[in-house]
């Protein structure tokens, strides 16, 4: 799962820095250890140099013996090889109820002929206190480090990245077909950020054109094209008059006004495809759409022979805001598309409330996806008599107007489900 | 019937031309806005039939000039642009009706016809041929002077037959003159069908056996 640059940047931080003080730690308090030692050793040196002058003094009157403080002793006592090595000791104080660790060192000394050999103490206790403190509170220091560095890391990242969280809300937002203005930045103060935004106004600029121009050219190129079916139309119009026309000949002018037929519906359906994309549409009323279904169907069903037995359920005025000739293309289209792929003694069922219309109809089974059937020249079977645009234009009309569009396909039953925008 | 068609494009000019001199319209010619304005001015007409996209101006600057100097002929604007604005600025500016291309001769036949029965008043409501009688006010239709009862499309099927007599009329030009110029209506075609075959019957009915012929797989026809 992919997490934030936030919640990233955290993580990473709070793998890592807890690693790096602690190792951090061990190396101060090794450090702070050898400190306090050589501080130890220096103070049992000094404490040797003074009290060995201080009997040298007056060496009668001074005592030999303080204790914790040193002791001094005429003679050999110790082996030559513990002199002149600190080495740790303890002592019992009953006041102190405990006994208290002490570092100790002893020399050999010879005044006046005499061989003394001096201990003196230096207590550790105070030192291993000292060392653990300043442990203690570097470990406290060190915690404290660890939450404001992930605290103003969080902070300044945030900072960081806004402009280009703000880039990213935009882009989200940025809809080729239906919100095509985007708006970003020029100078964010960081010139990745600067750079990121530039391109991207570049490339949405780009893409706003390329889009325009190729709506532009279906809705040119469906005019051209109807100047030279008309002229089509009007000579074949003028051609099936001619007298001595032979049957052959007629049949083949028959197929050829078919297929100039279709020709033509399909650049209407793509020139209207092209207005409704170019929003040409723009004047919206206050529709009855009960009632227009209802005209539908029973044109329909006049019209039409062998019309599915039809099954209704239409509550009376339902009202949607859309251009009157949308409104009739979308239905009309989708009451066309139930009666002509149906099966012969077939039915259809239609379905009207307030929020939505369904028409269900029975049905070949078709190989598409059911979102790959409201594309253009679409179609689920190889039927001549349709231009696969019909349910483009169905679609075309839902989005703008931001209806729900649901087809579904079960046992030989096709439900197409618009949901009406109810905002 | 006189009748001036002012279009660009010479082959559908031709094709125009062709079609109603057939029908006995006296027919003038023009493909430039020039030679539009001049023929206009110059003499009377029937009916006008008026491209929109002309070279040296647009066919709605045609319309308003024939307004300002009173010209009162009966005006049917074709434009490839089937765009609602212009087809609202056309019947603005005293356009009688608006027929977007491609379109079928014999529709803009009907349209003339419908456009000088309207315009002129002139002669008969009733179109007669042979004994079929149609009433365009009653909307009533005798044949040997026994009613037809048939449906609206019934009807308007064979007004559009009539008036384009004598002449294969294709599926398709009856499909659109129907149902309008509705996208992707080619499944309309099977509704023409089966009107046809009704009002084949009820003429039967009436003993009027061939007068509505089918001619191979082009049309249908209405002769004698």
Request: contains cysteine.
């Amino acid at each position: 799962m992919s997490k934030t640059l936030e919640q990233k940047n955290t993580r990473y931080l709070l793998l890592w820095l807890p690693v790096v003080l602690l190792l951090g730690s061990v190396l101060f308090f090794v450090m702070l250890n050898m400190h306090a030692n050589h501080t130890q050793e220096k103070l049992l040196e000094l404490k040797q140099l003074n009290v060995f002058n201080a009997f040298t003094a007056q060496p009668a009157s001074m005592a030999t013996h303080i204790r914790g403080e040193y002791s001094l002793d005429e003679g050999t006592v110790l082996p030559k090889e513990l002199l002149d090595k600190s080495r740790d000791t303890s002592m019992t104080y009953t006041d102190k109820g405990g006994k208290i660790n002490f570092r100790e060192l002893t020399r050999q000394y010879v005044l006046n002929g005499k061989t003394y050999q001096l201990t003196t103490y230096v207590s550790s206790n105070e030192f291993s206190h000292l060392t653990i403190k300043v442990f203690a509170t570097e470990a406290l220091v060190f915690v404290f480090l660890l939450l404001a560095i992930v605290v103003i890391n969080r902070k300044s990242s945030r900072l960081l990245w806004r402009p280009f969280y703000s880039t990213l809300k935009k882009a989200g937002e940025y809809d080729v077909v239906r919100n095509q203005s985007i708006q970003l930045e020029q100078q964010t103060g960081i010139a990745e950020f600067n750079q990121l935004n530039s391109e991207l106004t570049y490339l949405v600029e780009k893409v706003n054109k390329a889009y325009s121009n190729q709506k532009n050219f279906v809705e040119n190129a469906s005019h051209e094209i109807q100047t030279p079916l008309a002229i089509i139309r009007s000579k074949l119009d003028l051609l099936i008059n001619e007298s001595g026309l032979t049957e052959k000949s007629a049949a083949l002018l028959g197929e050829i006004t078919e297929a100039s037929e279709r020709l033509s519906q399909m650049n209407k359906s793509l020139l209207l495809l092209a207005k409704i994309d170019n929003n040409q549409f723009p004047e919206k009323h206050k529709i009855n759409v009960s009632e227009l279904l209802e005209n539908i169907l029973n044109n329909y069903q006049e019209h039409y022979e062998a019309f599915p037995s039809l099954t209704r359920s239409i509550l009376p005025g339902v009202y949607i805001m859309a251009n009157p000739a949308l409104a009739e293309i979308l239905i009309g289209n989708l009451v066309k598309n139930a009666v002509v792929h149906n099966l012969p003694g077939g039915y259809i069922k239609v379905h009207l409330d307030q929020t939505l219309l369904s028409i269900e109809n029975t049905g070949k089974e078709i190989a598409e996806r059911p979102e790959q059937l409201f594309e253009r020249f679409r179609k689920g079977n190889a039927d001549s008599k349709t231009t696969g645009l019909g349910l483009a234009l169905v679609k075309q009309v839902t989005q703008l107007y931001e209806m729900g569009l649901l087809y579904e396909y079960e046992n030989g039953i096709h439900r197409v489900t618009v949901a009406f925008n109810l905002r | 019937m006189k009748l001036l068609v002012i279009e660009d494009e010479a082959s559908l000019l031709k094709s125009i031309i062709d079609y109603f001199t057939q029908e006995d319209f006296r027919c003038e010619a023009a493909s430039t806005f020039e030679e539009g304005i001049k023929k206009a001015a110059d003499f009377q007409y029937d009916c006008i039939i008026l491209d929109i996209n002309l070279p040296g101006g647009s066919g709605l600057q045609l319309l308003e000039y024939l307004r300002v100097h009173k010209k009162n002929e009966g005006v049917i604007i074709i434009s490839a642009r089937n765009s609602l604005d212009d087809k609202i600025a056309g019947l603005d500016l005293g356009a009688d009706d608006y027929l977007t291309k491609p379109f079928h001769l014999s529709e803009l036949y009907s349209r003339v016809k419908a456009l000088i029965r309207r315009k002129y008043a002139s002669g008969s409501s009733v179109i007669e041929f042979g004994k079929l009688k149609l009433d365009l006010l009653l909307k009533t239709v005798t044949y040997s002077g026994q009613t037809l009862l048939l449906t609206k499309n019934e009807y308007e099927l064979l007004l559009f037959l009539l008036t384009n007599k004598n002449r294969v009329v294709s599926r398709q030009a009856i499909a659109e003159h129907i149902y309008g110029e509705q996208t992707d209506n080619l499944a309309s075609f099977d509704f023409v069908y089966s009107h046809i075959k009704n009002l084949k019957r009820k003429l039967k009915e009436r003993g009027c056996e061939d007068l509505l012929q089918t001619v191979y797989g082009l049309g249908y026809k209405l002769s004698v």
